[in-house]
């Protein structure tokens, strides 16, 4: 198995992948009658009013809904997840989705072969009441007897995605553990953002969905029961952008990128993995240079070392370029948000970094509503109360022994 491992990885480094080089930019701004057909056009996801969202933080407010919603399916459960590990709420939501396949309702549980760490008592509880349960590009015989198949496997479904009847819907950053639970306050466990939604914009929740699952099963899933005529639930535009590296469209790195070079005012960015490529560096910084706010919030602590040491190797350009660097360390930050002018925001899986923008499959819930928006901005600046401001002198006056971590992460980072 180790050896697995280690041929997985060194596969994993040939087979690096990155965005297209990108050597212009339109001159769009916020606001512009241009922006929103730019946008939709660059991003291949159309913007569809009349919807609800519901900002819910962390595991208190995130998996009680949850599993509400779960407990009142009729027809059809769809449930994508990137990390699936053990804990009470790992257990919890495998007997929800149980009771709902006893009583008829179809439930199709993927999972990620790579993130999905289950005690094997979890995926039965669901398969022996009815669910549907896979597993997203898993390692086959035949990868390993022709390795160079296994560079496929570098390609992972880092979507979160849950859809009740195709009426309700959930995505965000959120994965399933222990960890995950609580309020965001706590050593060790997750400050997270999650949305819950209902209108139109869950058509495309739902598609995003039976995409994996196409791939995976050779199953199409349709009908009333998944693709229900869905009516106006509120006053939000939104969008629903999902990006799939392997065949070719890297939509949330052009979200991101055109968002940033759109900004008049202020840029909000939180985000776990923080590791632009040089493109976004230079946007960011040109933003800053003509007048707009940019306020970063990262982890103080992570999971992952090299990454957290990688992602500093990047404070020095930024800080010089006016922009404002913030670490939290109340407990561990996942959220992955963005608020620009108080106007636009977006919710969900993707890191700012290479894998999430050219290698994972990604999703991100984007509003276009101020008393969202201006939601998301209230809870950052409730966040940067728990974080400590990074400066130049400090980032500059790091250790040798953090210097050399930098270094040596830095071959690593298109897979960070």
């Known amino acids: 198995m180790k050896r697995l491992h280690w041929l997985i990885a060194i596969l994993a480094l040939l087979g690096c992948a990155r965005v297209l080089s990108i050597h212009r930019i339109p001159d769009i701004a916020l606001g512009e009658p241009t922006f929103f057909p730019t946008i939709e056009a660059h991003t291949d996801a159309p913007i569809v009013g009349g919807n609800r969202i519901d900002i819910l933080l962390n595991g208190d407010e995130t998996f009680p809904a949850m599993?509400?919603?779960?407990?009142?399916?009729?027809?059809?459960?769809?449930?994508?997840?990137?990390?699936?590990?053990?804990?009470?709420?790992?257990?919890?939501?495998?007997?929800?989705?149980?009771?709902?396949?006893?009583?008829?309702?179809?439930?199709?549980?993927?999972?990620?072969?790579?993130?999905?760490?289950?005690?094997?008592?979890?995926?039965?509880?669901?398969?022996?009441?009815?669910?549907?349960?896979?597993?997203?590009?898993?390692?086959?015989?035949?990868?390993?007897?022709?390795?160079?198949?296994?560079?496929?496997?570098?390609?992972?479904?880092?979507?979160?995605?849950?859809?009740?009847?195709?009426?309700?819907?959930?995505?965000?950053?959120?994965?399933?553990?222990?960890?995950?639970?609580?309020?965001?306050?706590?050593?060790?466990?997750?400050?997270?953002?999650?949305?819950?939604?209902?209108?139109?914009?869950?058509?495309?929740?739902?598609?995003?969905?039976?995409?994996?699952?196409?791939?995976?099963?050779?199953?199409?899933?349709?009908?009333?029961?998944?693709?229900?005529?869905?009516?106006?639930?509120?006053?939000?535009?939104?969008?629903?952008?999902?990006?799939?590296?392997?065949?070719?469209?890297?939509?949330?790195?052009?979200?991101?990128?055109?968002?940033?070079?759109?900004?008049?005012?202020?840029?909000?960015?939180?985000?776990?993995?923080?590791?632009?490529?040089?493109?976004?560096?230079?946007?960011l910084i040109r933003a800053a240079a003509r007048g707009v706010r940019i306020l970063i919030l990262v982890p103080g602590k992570i999971d992952h070392p090299i990454t957290y040491k990688a992602s500093r190797s990047n404070y020095g350009r930024m800080l010089q370029g006016g922009i404002e660097i913030f670490e939290y360390m109340a407990g561990l930050m996942h959220a992955k948000t963005m608020v620009v002018d108080g106007v636009w925001a977006t919710i969900g899986s993707t890191n700012f970094d290479n894998r999430s923008f050219a290698l994972n499959e990604e999703l991100n819930l984007t509003i276009y509503h101020v008393p969202l928006a201006q939601r998301l901005q209230e809870i950052f600046e409730e966040d940067l109360k728990h974080s400590k401001r990074i400066t130049y002198e400090e980032w500059r006056s790091r250790g040798l022994a953090e210097r050399f971590f930098e270094l040596f992460a830095f071959p690593l980072r298109e897979q960070l």
Not at 196 to 207: C, D, F, H, N, T
């Open 67 to 283: 599993l509400r919603d779960i407990k009142g399916a009729k027809s059809s459960i769809t449930f994508a997840q990137y990390l699936y590990q053990d804990g009470p709420i790992a257990y919890d939501l495998a007997q929800a989705f149980a009771e709902r396949c006893r009583t008829g309702v179809e439930g199709n549980i993927l999972l990620d072969s790579h993130g999905t760490r289950t005690p094997a008592e979890i995926p039965r509880i669901m398969t022996e009441a009815g669910c549907h349960v896979q597993y997203f590009r898993r390692v086959q015989a035949p990868q390993v007897i022709l390795p160079w198949k296994l560079l496929r496997y570098n390609y992972r479904n880092h979507r979160r995605i849950l859809v009740i009847d195709g009426r309700i819907g959930f995505t965000g950053g959120y994965g399933i553990s222990e960890a995950w639970m609580g309020d965001g306050r706590t050593e060790n466990h997750w400050r997270e953002t999650n949305a819950r939604m209902e209108g139109p914009i869950v058509k495309y929740l739902q598609a995003a969905f039976t995409e994996s699952w196409l791939e995976t099963t050779g199953n199409l899933l349709g009908g009333d029961g998944y693709f229900p005529r869905l009516e106006p639930r509120g006053n939000v535009p939104a969008q629903i952008v999902k990006s799939s590296p392997v065949g070719g469209s890297f939509q949330n790195y052009m979200l991101f990128l055109l968002s940033i070079t759109s900004a008049k005012k202020t840029i909000l960015i939180t985000n776990p993995y923080f590791i632009p490529d040089d493109r976004m560096i230079e946007a």
